[in-house]
């Protein structure tokens, strides 16, 4: 196993399990961290290959594989991207960038070749593409840590989906869902904390009596990382004292408004031949 943070998400939570089921599959897992600093040197072709084989062995709705993989290396297509995606530098400075892209486009070329209608293209369809690129980049994602190479999932692909289908020559009925920056970590990233077991996690039904002082507890863990340095805004609690800024401020903050670039997708992924 290799792995590009220094601990693992059970040294972190200090969860005491039995070394038989530490394998070095669930270690690995329990290390990601995303990786933003990347080193100019190139992915050797066989761990690409090693990456998308993997990638492409990923859980598929009925083996119907409603996905692509767009692999961009040429430098000046990942700075059009990085672009595209927000002025994302990583995106720029990462070697390889794979994009994942639902794909309906494919099975309607079937049916025609099979001579059947293509009826089957609704929004049950959309949702089961959609979990099918993101399966599929995941499992590429695992298998790049796997190798020592770092990576960061791009939701920023989605800005500007029209100028990344005409940049990635997209066919209708596709679109680029996330993308995954790859390379050699310049730097070791820092394990993020992550919600507690307790907020996330239910027993047989959903159960949240325990939200509260779970969010509690997570906000004060993330206010102390110093992730929310130079983004802070001030806003007076129930008692007029200074509010946290924690998770829970940051996250309603983001969620009071609809997201500037992304809040139309809808009417565009229509615009690319997906249908609702």
């Given at each position: 196993?290799?792995?590009?943070?220094?601990?693992?998400?059970?040294?972190?939570?200090?969860?005491?399990?039995?070394?038989?089921?530490?394998?070095?599959?669930?270690?690995?897992?329990?290390?990601?961290?995303?990786?933003?600093?990347?080193?100019?040197?190139?992915?050797?072709?066989?761990?690409?290959?090693a990456?998308?084989?993997?990638?492409?062995?990923?859980?598929t709705?009925?083996?119907?594989?409603?996905?692509?993989?767009?692999?961009?290396?040429?430098?000046?297509?990942?700075?059009?991207?990085?672009?595209?995606?927000?002025n994302?530098?990583?995106?720029?400075?990462?070697?390889?960038?794979?994009?994942?892209?639902?794909?309906?486009?494919?099975?309607?070329?079937?049916?025609?070749?099979?001579?059947?209608?293509?009826?089957?293209?609704?929004?049950?369809?959309?949702?089961?593409?959609?979990?099918?690129?993101?399966?599929?980049?995941?499992?590429?994602?695992?298998?790049?840590?796997?190798?020592?190479?770092?990576?960061?999932?791009?939701?920023?692909?989605?800005?500007?989906?029209?100028?990344?289908?005409?940049?990635?020559?997209?066919?209708?009925?596709?679109?680029?869902?996330?993308?995954?920056?790859?390379?050699y970590?310049?730097?070791?990233?820092?394990?993020?904390?992550?919600?507690?077991?307790?907020?996330?996690?239910?027993?047989?039904?959903?159960?949240d009596?325990?939200?509260?002082?779970?969010?509690a507890?997570?906000?004060?863990?993330?206010?102390?990382?110093?992730?929310?340095?130079?983004?802070?805004?001030?806003?007076?609690?129930?008692?007029?004292?200074p509010?946290?800024?924690?998770?829970?401020?940051?996250?309603?903050?983001?969620?009071?408004?609809?997201?500037?670039?992304?809040?139309?997708?809808?009417?565009?992924?229509?615009?690319?031949?997906?249908?609702?």
């Amino acid at each position: 196993m290799s792995s590009v943070t220094a601990e693992t998400r059970f040294a972190a939570e200090n969860r005491q399990l039995p070394g038989a089921v530490l394998t070095e599959t669930i270690q690995l897992l329990a290390s990601h961290a995303s990786v933003r600093h990347y080193k100019p040197d190139p992915v050797p072709p066989e761990a690409v290959e090693a990456i998308l084989t993997a990638a492409r062995s990923a859980p598929t709705s009925s083996n119907l594989q409603m996905y692509s993989i767009v692999v961009v290396t040429d430098e000046e297509r990942r700075a059009r991207l990085a672009e595209l995606s927000g002025n994302q530098e990583h995106v720029r400075q990462a070697p390889l960038f794979l994009a994942f892209c639902p794909d309906l486009n494919r099975l309607e070329r079937v049916c025609q070749r099979q001579g059947y209608p293509f009826a089957d293209r609704y929004t049950e369809m959309f949702i089961q593409a959609v979990v099918d690129a993101a399966l599929v980049a995941q499992n590429a994602s695992i298998a790049a840590e796997s190798l020592g190479l770092g990576t960061c999932m791009i939701g920023g692909i989605r800005n500007r989906p029209r100028e990344v289908a005409q940049l990635l020559g997209l066919p209708p009925r596709t679109f680029a869902l996330v993308g995954l920056t790859v390379g050699y970590p310049a730097q070791r990233p820092n394990l993020k904390p992550r919600l507690p077991e307790q907020v996330t996690v239910h027993r047989e039904r959903y159960d949240d009596r325990h939200l509260e002082e779970g969010l509690a507890a997570y906000d004060e863990i993330m206010a102390a990382t110093g992730i929310y340095a130079g983004r802070e805004v001030k806003a007076p609690g129930a008692d007029g004292s200074p509010r946290l800024y924690g998770w829970c401020e940051h996250s309603a903050r983001r969620m009071s408004r609809p997201h500037p670039t992304r809040r139309h997708i809808k009417e565009t992924l229509e615009e690319l031949g997906w249908e609702f």
